[in-house]
């Protein structure tokens, strides 16, 4: 999956370095709310973006390039898990346990939003792409079958659908809040899934 991140990371580079000379730079707050087999393990938490447009102010078509981070706690110290193995020509049941610690993601994006008003206040919908870096500690330890200790890492690509309200404040300032679902994929793991909440500042030069 190295291949995507790299694809994006040289476009996020081409946008940043071809936008003109006004443009918008601004810092995202976000609230991250895992879901599905992710909410399982994970418990909601916070994290930022930084965010480059390359779009001037008051286009209806904004466009350009963020990077961020988060970071997740476990939602408990430890997980029950089990395996199946033979013994003495029976089939025995082991039971263990499994953690999940020091979880934390930087993204990599593509943004895309789409104001549907030419005002100061204008409801807009969005579509990020994004390749991102995740990495976390793992231990699985299962009575006589299994003690692992390891540290998990990958890429994965994603995007997220999003909705929102834009409102420029004046020449200098615009604020944005809205909320997405993102969904991202790597061979070998489970769907990282999450909604995402944010408030967005930018700065207009």
């Known amino acids: 999956m190295k291949k995507p991140f790299y694809c994006f990371l040289s476009l996020f580079i081409i946008l940043l370095f071809s936008v003109n000379i006004q443009a918008q730079i601004g810092i995202s707050l976000n609230h991250i709310n895992p879901k599905g087999d992710y909410a399982h393990i994970f418990k909601p938490s916070v994290g930022f973006e930084f965010v480059y447009r390359a779009a001037d102010q008051g286009e209806k ?117 809205g909320i997405g679902r993102s969904s991202s994929v790597e061979k070998g793991y489970s769907p990282q899934t999450y909604w995402k909440s944010y408030f967005l500042t930018t700065f207009y030069f």
Do not use: C, M, W
């Not at 919908?125 to 390749?131: C, I, S």
């Not at 793992?138 to 079958?145: D, E, L, M, P, V």
């Open 61 to 177: 078509l904004q466009y350009g390039v963020s990077i961020g981070y988060f970071k997740l706690a476990a939602t408990q110290e430890s997980f029950p898990t089990y395996a199946v193995a033979k013994r003495n020509g029976q089939t025995v049941l082991y039971s263990g346990n499994e953690t999940f610690n020091n979880y934390y993601s930087i993204p990599f994006g593509i943004n895309l939003d789409y104001q549907f008003l030419n005002s100061k206040v204008s409801p807009f919908v969005g579509l990020d792409f994004y390749t991102h870096f995740f990495s976390y500690d793992y231990t699985s330890n299962i009575n006589r079958i299994e003690d692992v200790s390891a540290q998990e890492s990958s890429f994965a690509i994603g995007y997220l659908p999003k909705i929102g309200l834009s409102y420029d404040h004046n020449l200098y300032f615009t604020f944005d809040i």
